[in-house]
Structures are given as C-alpha cells and as structure tokens.
C-alpha cells in the first residue's frame, strides 16, 4: 500500500453496543475495506482486559498495514476497536496518523451494555471469572465503557464534533435502513447500497464449548495476517466457514435479567455522564436511568 498508507475512518467502541453490525455493514458495502480481524489493538496503550500493555503499536505501520493487505485500491479503509474510546494515547496517535479521519461510537443503554459485555467476556470468551459485583469494582472498563461523554470529550480535545459520528443501538434495532443511509453518507460513499441482511442481529450471546479451540482459530488468523494473507481470512469467512466453527464450537445464552442491587448501582454510576450525553446530543436518555 506505499508510504501512503491511512485510514479513512475508525471505531472507538463500545463493546457489545453494536461494533460487529458495524463493521459487517461497513465490510458488506462495495467502497469500503474493514481490516481482518476487525480490531487489530493498534493505537491503545492499554489492552480492554485486566489493563495489559499492547505491545501493538510499538510493531509500527508496516505491521498494521498488514491488516489491510486485502483491500482494493479506491476502497476506504478503517478498522473498529472498542479500546481506542477509553484510551487517551490512542485518540493522541489516531490524530496523529490522520487528522481528517472519520470516528464511529456505538452507544447503547450502560446497564444493557455491560451485563452483555460481562456475561460474552465469562461465558464465551472464558476470561472473565469474576462474579459480576467483583468484576464491575476491579475492572474499569466495564464501566469506562459506558461512560459515553466522557469517550466524546476526549476525541473533541483532537477532532471536531463533525468527524464523530454516534450510533445509538436502538437505531440498529429499529431502523438499520435509515441508519445505514446516514452512515454511508457519512463517509461519502454510495448511501443507497443494502447488504443483506441489514436488520439480522450480530454477535448474538453464546456459551463457547472449548475455549482452546477458540484460540487456536485466532492463533491460525494471526498467523494468516502476519505473513500477508489476510485475504485467505476473508475469503474463508465470506464463505462461512468461521460461523460454522463458531455455532460447532458454542449454543445460544439463555437471557438472565440483572440482579437489581447491580442495575442500581451501575445506573449511580454513569447518571452524570448520561445527563451530560443527553444535553450533548439533545435526545431523551431518561430510560437508561430506570
């Protein structure tokens, strides 16, 4: 990709808010090229998991763009990961790389967002044992992630308010079409264009079988990636060979509703920053705080 290598735009989160449809729609659209995977842990200081150093960045641009190796010339290239909205040395480096680039921020109600995200992290993910309780007061990132204003007064103090782009969850649920328009818009490519399956819900909870199997896969896709072959990965899940070894490998969740000591506790915590989001935005967050 030459000297010249930039992204025209990046997700900064939120997990479990809405990234995976995303980026599938972002991937699905002919303009535009997502990176495989679809976070690559670049720009953050930090990892989104009991707070590990990324050694990522410090690998330079010529391991990122390996990332990117199957994109098309023309194609706008951007990637999503959850971390970078927490970070403030990867809104410092995103800036940095490409000041006119365009930012995406998943937002979804905080209680939903991190009972979702805990319960994908202990069930599916296997690295989360924690009770909920535990979990929430020793990792700030459950709750940093939630925490949507304050992820936005970030990335003002480098880009303007124009760059910043919000998806509300509820917009995902009940008018993707409306929301893929403005999207597409957004980064100036083709709005009228639908991928299939626009409205089909993403990343849906799961309980994973063997998590060693679930290793191995991101192992092999890493290995892929390094030596330039990250179109083999793509090819290989267009084709659907990941979700066959995902549904092999996992079952669906069965719903549980949050222990309601927890709901209120969470709710305490971010009722600020809802406040503040909701004057920001002009939109109704009241039901958050129920």
Known sequence: MGDSF????????????GT????????????????????????????????KVSPNYSKGFNWYRKFFNH?????????????YGMDPIAAK???????????????R???????????????FEKKEDRVLEMAIREEPMYMRMSQYFKTISLYLEYFSKDQIFLVWFEDIQQK?????KDIYTFLGVDPAFRPPHSDKASNAARISRFRKLQRTIR????????????????????????????????RPLHKAAIQAEMKEYIIDQVRDDVIQLSAYTGKDLSHWLK
């Not at 930039?6 to 808010?17: E, N, Q, R, T, V």
């Not at 480096?93 to 937002?107: D, G, V, W, Y």
Request: hydrophobic share 40%; glycine share 8%.
């Open 71 to 83: 994109c098309k010339p023309g194609q706008l290239k951007g990637e999503i990961t959850p971390r």
């Open 219 to 250: 192992r092999f896709k890493t290995f892929m990636v390094s030596v330039g072959l990250s179109g083999v990965v793509k090819n290989l899940k267009k084709a659907g060979l990941g979700e066959i070894i995902m549904r092999a490998n996992s």
């Open 109 to 123: 109600s905080p209680v939903d967002r991190i009972w979702s995200h805990y319960r994908f992290a202990s069930s």
């Open 93 to 107: 480096r995103i800036r940095e790389h490409n000041p006119q680039i365009k930012i995406f921020l998943c937002m």
């Open 176 to 180: 993707p079409d409306l929301l893929l």
């Open 6 to 17: 930039k992204l025209d735009f990046i997700g900064i989160g939120a997990s479990k808010a």
């Open 20 to 51: 995976t449809w995303l980026g599938h729609m972002l991937d699905a659209h002919p303009q535009i090229c997502v990176s495989e995977p679809r976070e690559v842990e670049f720009f953050n200081e930090i990892l989104q998991f009991r707070e």
